[in-house]
């Protein structure tokens, strides 16, 4: 019942930026929580950040200071600003959605893959 669909992925030098986007179709509401999680080859999946309704964020430890999480409730769109990349931060990028309230349900993005190398 939710689509998540996202695009700014690619190949970029440490130090570098990506944008990535993810806009969501279907019943979901500006106040269900969203984020964006990653997953390296052999790693296990990690939460990267997320938002609330009301704008609350939440970052890993490992990419507080350098990437931003927004929301734009009018395009129902999430963004993630990644700044000062390394290459650490290569993996594939996923956007997630939880609805509902007693009976919540999870919507991941198709991921989108991220490359950090010189």
């Known amino acids: 019942q939710v689509q998540l669909v996202e695009s700014g992925g690619g190949l970029v030098q440490p130090g570098g930026s990506l944008r990535l986007s993810c806009k969501a179709s279907?019943?979901?509401?500006?106040?269900?929580?969203m984020g964006w999680y990653r997953q390296a080859p052999g790693k296990e999946r990690e939460m990267v950040a997320d938002?609330?309704?009301?704008?609350?964020?939440n970052y890993a430890d490992s990419v507080k200071g350098r990437f931003t999480i927004s929301k734009d409730n009018i395009r129902n769109t999430v963004y993630l600003q990644m700044d000062s990349l390394m290459p650490e931060d290569t993996a594939v990028y996923y956007c997630?959605?939880?609805?509902?309230?007693?009976?919540?349900?999870?919507?991941w993005g198709q991921g989108t893959q991220v490359t950090i190398s010189s």
């Open positions: 997630h959605a939880r609805t509902g309230v007693v009976n919540t349900r999870d919507y």
């Open positions: 279907g019943r979901i509401f500006p106040f269900d929580p």
């Open positions: 938002i609330t309704g009301s704008g609350t964020t």
